[in-house]
């Protein structure tokens, strides 16, 4: 089922449903990210529950430092306000696995402020970064029952 969207997508099951998940490569900006898990009606990993988090931490290769989520406060990169954070999808951030001393929003360089969630592949833990990061990041797609 979960190769119909990606033929490297696998399968994980929250709260009794299956989604699907697979990376997308060759590093990409946030918003690039994003759109490429739209292009196939996916949108960039949410993560509700701690097994979801290993889970995805499973599709973030430890040769790169961190993939993209789906988690951002709104915020563009020159603004120095601190929003709440919530998943692209509009579902809340309960479940939270931010790294020590994170989100502390930045900074990126003059007048840039990170305001969009990446998960560490060494631990899972998660940062705000620069929406300008070139990283690899992680869709998820949920099929309809
Ligand atoms: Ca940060």
Same mark, same amino acid.
């Given at each position: 089922m979960c190769t119909e969207k990606a033929s490297t997508a696998v399968p994980y099951t929250v709260n009794g449903r299956v989604h699907c998940y697979w990376r997308v490569g060759s590093s990409n900006s946030f918003a690039d990210s994003s759109m490429k898990c739209q292009s196939s009606g996916a949108h960039l990993a949410t993560i509700l529950t701690s097994g979801e988090n290993a889970f995805v931490l499973g599709l973030c %290769?430890?040769?790169? %430092?961190r993939c993209w989520i789906g !988690?951002?406060? !709104?915020?563009?990169?020159?603004?120095?306000t601190e929003a709440p954070y919530s998943w692209?999808? !509009?579902?809340?951030?309960?479940y939270l696995n931010w790294?020590?001393?994170? %989100?502390?929003?930045? %900074?990126?360089?003059?007048g840039c402020y990170q305001h969009r969630v990446a998960i560490k592949s060494t631990d899972g833990k998660w940062e705000d970064r620069s929406e300008d990061d070139s990283e690899d990041a992680i869709c998820e797609w949920e099929p309809k029952p």
């Open positions: %290769p430890t040769a790169d %430092p !988690g951002t406060d !709104g915020q563009t990169k020159s603004s120095a692209i999808t !509009g579902e809340t951030m309960s790294a020590s001393g994170q %989100p502390e929003h930045g %900074p990126c360089g003059t």
